[in-house]
């Protein structure tokens, strides 16, 4: 009996993994336009560890936690981008928890950039907050 909604579940998941008109914004091969991005990620989170206030230099039990990618979300290439060789661009926001020590406690912190791919290479740009439900700038 418990089969039948396991593998019911299992479908589900398979198929909201797959839902139409969504681009992978991951690394995958093959001619993806976002192969890399998780790399660039990856790097972007390492460097808010080491470079942030509230991150840099913390001693055991006070370091930087609970970094989590928030969105993704693909930005529109314009014939202006394409002249200078940006091929693919994509908005990140990244959340995570930094140590307060004036009030000895962790605090919510959060970064959003713009990823620009230009001649095979991820490049980072700041950007102001974006919407987290459409990683589009609020």
Known sequence: MTKFPMAILIAT?????????????????GGDPYAGLDGAIKTWHADIKAGDE???????????RAFEVACKGER??????????????????????????????YRSASSAV?????GGEWKRLAIGPVNLSTCVAS
Do not use: H, I, N, Y
Not at 55 to 62: A, F, N, T, V, Y
Not at 92 to 102: H, I, L, R, S
């Open 13 to 29: 998941l398979g198929l909201a993994a797959c839902q139409p008109g969504q681009k992978s914004a991951s690394g995958a091969q």
């Open 54 to 64: 509230q991150c840099k230099g913390r001693p055991e039990g006070q370091q930087c």
């Open 76 to 105: 529109k290439v314009t014939p202006q981008d394409a002249e200078r060789g940006v091929s693919a661009k994509v908005a990140v926001a990244m959340g995570w928890e930094g140590w307060d020590p004036k009030r000895s406690e």
């Open 114 to 118: 713009e990823f620009q791919k230009v």
